[in-house]
């Protein structure tokens, strides 16, 4: 019915060459009562959820992973603008969020302080309803979320162009927390330097890869401007407020750390460059349809054992997103390789070829099966 | 027609005792696609809206303050439950936020870096569809504002607590911009600890100010611990992380700067303890119905000059927020008074006050008239 609403306007308002701005804001004052009328509506069937889990309970009790990427997931399939993908899902993460928030909202543990890229995940993941708890090291975030003092915990686990943290995968090698979702978050390119003046610039100091990852906008820019590749983009700042006619690739925050002026920015040539973040949490979810699950497997003699665990997956065509190598604790397994792979290991075909892989090779652990980050 | 169906709600709920979760799931389903429909078609009228003022404009060209505080005011008005009005307020934001950043985001200048408390106010006021452009220094919002690379700016001007922020009034002594709203920001006070465990708490240290503002739930939960003030919170988390029998209150976030555990927060008897900041632009808005005016007097002979400006003010039953003086620029005028009053200076009977104060008075001058803070 709504949805009629929304074709009928847009042939409304293809009718109205100058519409008249006082109708205008009474049409949409009218939809605000509407929609927040369905909130209040929601928010009380929200609490039901609660009841029929058996007792009021806490967010904790009735969160359910699955069940928010499945509405988030239904979002993204019947929107067809004009806002994108990407805000609708946001604002449905923040209705979801208020709503579960109405006893006792969950506590999320990152990596503090406030403000860092681990917290705008927790925010993206979790809305602002939920509570962060900033901690002062991945190993307190498994900490807190093992002792529950701690709902779930939110770890950088993947920068592309850094690659992995490998440090939080080791905590899985002792910690039995499992994983229980996956968030992305989209990291942005600045041109920076002292004067701010485009006119002024001619050398760029960046990492390699973020001078790979704007190559076209400095062609397209500042053609014939000398490019030099240092060793960390916070080295390639350092030298650019040396002088004021160099300037710098990195992330804007760097411009307030650095005391430098945003030239230009985002400049990246494809938005593709994120952070990968894990949710751990205590317990297992079931599957929400579109599901990654990722696997610890120990192994005594590295070449055939790796190939007898592959085989079975690759035999069920089930597809490997990530392989990892690193060198296990004690002597028993020489290595552990952390694998991601398509699909939920409550469901075939990855629960037969587990079971396979379980009878024969060494120990394999299902770290967690999670939902597919939503954009 | 959706507040009718909120309260059948109301009524089919009170007759299920225990719910069917599969069925409470496909009413919020159902909820969820109106919502959505009704979000798109907000966003249409939105882009209408910019239709209106004459052309295909940025934010910064249809963007109007005081219309935002009628419609978030008006969803307080005619809330009535389950959801607090201070979240329903934040969900309408990010929904106008989105429906405003259509053509062109807003750009919001602010004192960085990124995860600072302002931050969070240009957040709470702009919504995440904003652009924060985190900044060096108080001044160079301003000069960014001024010179059109920001549209507004968010500057902090108060803490309760810790009293005016002078640099930031200062400011206006010399610069043309105009006060466009204010933002309240929420500020808790967590108990800090070496080993995290209150049994092992002998003393207290924190700023007096702090000390009083928790001192019912120390009484309570620390009865008989020995409570000194110092200087900062900042110094009573350097000297709390001396030893393991002292604890330090003080903002969550110097629990990790400080390497600390939070042995329990929020701790504050009173939620009240607030930051306010300003929005700063380059024009003036008109009034919203419920405003503020912040004005700067300055005069010469202060005693007898300073009751000829506030007689006119309290004949007119005039409520003032805030009076602060300070050393002015220049020989002629000897002190700058900041006084916040209630009402918009384009709106008896305030209009009318200043126009009888500007006849004899010193230069008296509108820094903005705004819309009070929504909450």
Redesign the interface.
Known sequence: ???Q??AR??GE?AR?A????AA??A???G???????????????????G???GKLAAAIDYYRPE?EAQ?LR??VD??????SDE??V???R??MS??L??QEPLKIGYL?????FS?QAVHKHFG??AKG????SIEEVFDEVAAGSADFGVVPVENSGQGTIQSTLDMFLTSPLKICGEVELRVHQYLLSRTGHIEDIERVYSHGMSLAQCKNWLRQNLPGVHKEAVSSNAEAVRRAKKSDDAAAIAG??A???Y?MK?VAGPIEDRNDNTTRFLVIGRASFPPSGNDRTSLMVSIRDQPGALYRILEPLARRDISMNRIESRPAHGALWQYAFFIDVAGHADESPLKDALAEIDDFAGDVRVLGSYPVAVP
Chains 1, 2 share one sequence.
């Open positions: 019915m709504a949805a609403a929304s306007t847009r308002m109205q100058t519409p008249d701005l205008v804001r049409q949409i004052d939809i605000d009562r509407q929609i927040q009328a369905l909130i209040a509506e929601r928010a009380l069937w929200a609490h039901q959820v009841k029929a889990k069940r509405v239904r979002v019947r929107n067809d603008g004009p806002l805000v609708l946001r604002l449905f923040e209705i208020a709503c928030a109405q503090g302080p406030e403000g860092t917290q602002h309803s708890l900033p901690l002062v804007e925050n411009a307030h750390v005391g945003v």
